[in-house]
């Protein structure tokens, strides 16, 4: 089974390190074998290891601070993301990653900065037009939002997250009826999602409230 074969590529991984101990490459190989098994405590330490023989391993870099990133601890990730786009201008995942926490702690201006860039470099990429839309959501610029939506939708028409997206900025500028039909397409395509059974829920609760105001 799968789990028998991580640890014999494992165990072929610790052969190479053991003849030749300087290899970050073979280091960041079997933290993401770690990384696939579920165990993040032994992955991290040895892209940690990865870095400490070669500081410019971007890959190591990218592991780690998508490791961060997956735990919330924003600062450390970005100390990552940052680090890659020093390396490399050319990574559009650095620029979308650094984009990301720059709108979570509210940098808007810096965060559309960083979205621009990934989207110059990888301009089919219907996730981070996602991700430039909920900015200009924040920003409560939502015809500019709407359209970013409409984009990665036209990406990639299967982006629950675009929906859920777009299904607010209708939400927020009265478009009711478009909302209800955008969270109902993002839950058909991810049951689970949970922001759009959120927004659904809550849109209910505005609708009802309109209509007994009515009456």
């Known amino acids: ?6 640890d014999a590529s494992l165990q072929d991984f610790i052969k ?3 003849l030749n101990p300087n290899y970050d490459e073979a280091y960041n190989n079997i933290g993401i074998v770690y990384a696939m098994k579920n165990d993040m405590k032994n992955a991290v330490s040895y892209f940690e290891k990865a870095l400490k023989l070669d500081p410019n391993n971007v890959e190591a870099h990218y592991n780690i601070g998508d490791y961060y990133f997956n735990q919330k601890d924003y600062a450390a ?5 940052q680090k890659i786009i020093m390396i490399n201008h ?3 995942i650095a620029y979308n990653k650094r984009g990301i926490i720059y709108g979570i702690s509210k940098q808007y201006n810096l965060a559309l900065a960083d979205f621009n860039r990934s989207l110059a470099i990888d301009p089919r990429n219907s ?3 996602r991700n430039r839309g909920v900015v200009f959501e924040q920003k409560k610029m939502f015809k500019e939002a709407i359209q970013d939506y ?9 982006n629950a997250d675009a ?14 009826g478009d909302a209800a039909e955008d969270f109902e397409k ?5 049951p689970n999602h949970q922001g759009a059974k959120m927004s659904k829920q809550a849109l209910i609760k505005i609708l009802t409230e309109k209509n007994a105001k009515k009456k």
């Open 163 to 176: 929906y859920y997206g777009r299904g607010n900025s209708y939400a927020l500028t009265g478009r009711y």
């Open 186 to 190: 993002a839950l058909t395509i991810d």
């Open 127 to 129: 996730e981070i037009f």
């Open 150 to 158: 409409n984009t990665a939708l036209k990406i990639n028409s299967k």
């Open 16 to 18: 190479v390190i053991e």
């Open 1 to 6: 089974g799968m789990s028998g074969q991580i």
């Open 90 to 92: 050319n990574s559009a």
């Open 77 to 81: 990730a970005f100390e990552h993301f």
